[in-house]
C-alpha cells in the first residue's frame, strides 16, 4: 500500500506554546489530505479536510485559528496546534487519499504541560 | 449522511481460530466504498481491507476477508487463523466518493484480544 509518513510520533509541549504536526505522503501525490483526533478509547474524529493548494475545510466545532492546515504541496500537510493547552492532549493523525484507498500516517501524540 | 455501526465494543477469540467482526452501514448513496484498518496500541491505522459498493466478489487480502451483503448493507470482518498479534482496536468504515470531501466515516470500533 501507500506510504504516509508522519512526524513527530511523540511531542510534549509547554502551554501557550505552538507545536507543528507534518503529515507527508512518501510515495504518492495526495491532493487531498485529513486530519483527525482521537481521544482515548474513541473513534477517530475528523477535523478537517485538508486540499492541496486552497484553504482547509473544517468540521463543525472545531477552531480554524487555533488549528492551522496548511498543504502547500502535493506531498506535505501540516497542522499546527497555536497556543496549545492542556485540553489539546490528544492523538493527532493524518490520511491521504490514493485511488480508492485512504492511508494513515503513524500518528502524533500530543502531551501540553 | 452516513453512518456506520459496529456493535461489538470487545471480542475474544482463541488462538487459530477464526472471528468475526460486525459493521453496519447506512448510506442513500448508490456508489461506496468499504472500509476496515487495524489500530494496534501503538495508533497506528493499518489499512487491511477494501470493498467496493459495485465489486461483485468479496474481497479477501491473505487471512482478511470482507463478508459483503449490499441487501442487508452489511460488510463483516472475518479473521482466519486469529493471531496473538491480531489483538489490537478494528475500526470500519465507510467512504462516499462523491460526498464533499471524500472523507471517512468511521465506526465505533471494536476490541479483539487473541488468547493463547
Known amino acids: 500500500g501507500a506510504v504516509v509518513s508522519q512526524h513527530p510520533s511523540r511531542v510534549i509541549c509547554k502551554s501557550g506554546t505552538s507545536v507543528k504536526i507534518e503529515c507527508r505522503s512518501l510515495?504518492?501525490?495526495?491532493?487531498?489530505m485529513f486530519w483527525y483526533r482521537q481521544f482515548p478509547k474513541q473513534s477517530l474524529m475528523l477535523m478537517a479536510t485538508s486540499n492541496e493548494g486552497s484553504k482547509a475545510t473544517y468540521e463543525q466545532g472545531v477552531e480554524k485559528d487555533k488549528f492551522l492546515i496548511n498543504h502547500a504541496s502535493l506531498t506535505l500537510s501540516t497542522l499546527t496546534v497555536t497556543s496549545a493547552h492542556p485540553e489539546d492532549s490528544s492523538f493527532y493523525i493524518c490520511s491521504g487519499l490514493h485511488g480508492n484507498t485512504i492511508y494513515f500516517g503513524e500518528g502524533s501524540w500530543l502531551t501540553v504541560v | 449522511a452516513q453512518k456506520i455501526t459496529q456493535t461489538q465494543p470487545g471480542m475474544f477469540v482463541q488462538e487459530k481460530e477464526a472471528v468475526t467482526l460486525d459493521c453496519t452501514y447506512d448510506?442513500?448513496?448508490?456508489?461506496?466504498?468499504l472500509f476496515w484498518y487495524k489500530q494496534p496500541s501503538s495508533g497506528e491505522m493499518i489499512f487491511l481491507i477494501y470493498q467496493g459498493s459495485y465489486d461483485e466478489q468479496n474481497a479477501t487480502e491473505g487471512r482478511y476477508s470482507l463478508n459483503f451483503q449490499k441487501a442487508r448493507k452489511s460488510a463483516n470482518l472475518v479473521i482466519s487463523a486469529s493471531q496473538l498479534g491480531d489483538s489490537a482496536m478494528y475500526f470500519c468504515a465507510m467512504r462516499v466518493p462523491w460526498d464533499a470531501g471524500n472523507m471517512l466515516t468511521f465506526g465505533g470500533g471494536t476490541r479483539l484480544m487473541v488468547k493463547p
Open positions: 448510506t442513500s448513496d448508490q456508489s461506496y466504498g
Open positions: 510515495d504518492f501525490q495526495a491532493t487531498t
